[in-house]
């Protein structure tokens, strides 16, 4: 009698430390996946970061169109009206000569009218800001050739090498950025399987078992892949309960990152990251549970 009662003891023993290695496992498993979750939200971020101050730039880029000294009120207000619905004009402002005149006075402390013997110098102009899908070389010269057609227009100034500067220096960044993220993912999907891998791994018997009493491959296959949907979907509200924190922290110390960062442009982020859990998770399941319904029973050993 008092044997049976040891052997009980044991097989308890080994069952208790068999489901808290399942679960040490599980554990593991999820963190590993947060963790690889929160590196991609975080260039996701940055990625978004960049792009808003890119656009923010882009939106200081435009020209500037001088009129002639005949210009009459009707062709200017033609002019806005104009400029009010073009497809590439972010923003305008019309300058006047009388108030480019008192402008330029002020800078220089002195009264340039009086100076030019009653003469004022400047024509009134308009600053013209485009839109950033606008903002580069090639669009800027098809706008200023279209513009000179105007009989009012005397002349189209444009700065197309800061233009081109920018955009350079812009599309490096870009660049950059889009390495470094797609090096990330791939490092993080070899990641993610492998920590997937350890855990079909150590349920490797089990799924041979399976086999020789007669189950489908897809019937083996599917209680893997649910339970790791079911991390990656875990794995990824944490990464956003994480990241959203972190977002609402950063916005009460700098109102900025209220404009650099919107919660509708986070919410988008927020779905690819639950997208992105899900798949890496979903896929890594798929090819390591595969591999162990292909492994034949020897090779478990090893």
């Known amino acids: 009698m008092p044997i049976i009662i040891t052997f009980k003891s044991t097989t308890m023993s080994k069952r208790r430390k068999t489901a808290i290695s399942t679960f040490s496992a599980q554990i593991t498993s999820t963190i590993s996946v947060t963790l690889v979750l929160l590196v991609i939200g975080i260039i996701a ?119 081109d500067e920018i955009n350079y220096t812009i599309g490096n960044i870009m660049i950059i950025l889009a390495i470094i993220a797609a090096t990330l993912v791939l490092i993080s999907f070899v990641l993610i399987n492998n920590t997937v891998r350890l855990t079909v791994y150590s349920k490797r018997f089990i799924i041979h078992t399976m086999k020789l009493v007669g189950a489908t491959n897809g019937f083996i296959r599917r209680p893997f892949i649910i339970n790791n949907l079911i991390h990656g979907i875990i794995a990824s509200l944490i990464t956003i309960i994480i990241l959203a924190s972190s977002l609402y922290y950063l916005q009460t110390i700098d109102y900025s990152w209220g404009q650099s960062i919107s919660w509708l442009d986070a919410t988008y982020i927020f779905s690819g990251i639950i997208i992105a859990g899900i798949i890496i998770c979903t896929i890594s399941a798929f090819f390591a549970t595969n591999k162990y319904l292909r492994t034949k029973y020897d090779d478990l050993f090893k």
């Open 45 to 163: 971020f940055l990625g978004l970061v960049t792009q808003n101050i890119t656009n923010d730039i882009k939106k200081d880029i435009g020209f500037t169109v001088m009129l002639k000294h005949s210009v009459t009120p009707s062709e200017v207000n033609s002019l806005k009206q104009k400029w009010a619905t073009a497809p590439y004009v972010a923003s305008q402002l019309f300058i006047s000569a009388e108030e480019a005149l008192q402008q330029e006075s002020q800078q220089m402390g002195e009264d340039i009218l009086e100076m030019m013997a009653g003469v004022n110098p400047y024509q009134p102009e308009f600053e013209i800001k485009v839109k950033p899908q606008y903002a580069n070389r090639d669009s800027i010269e098809n706008i200023k050739i279209s513009l000179l057609d105007n009989l009012a227009i005397d002349e189209v100034i444009s700065d197309t090498s800061m233009i």
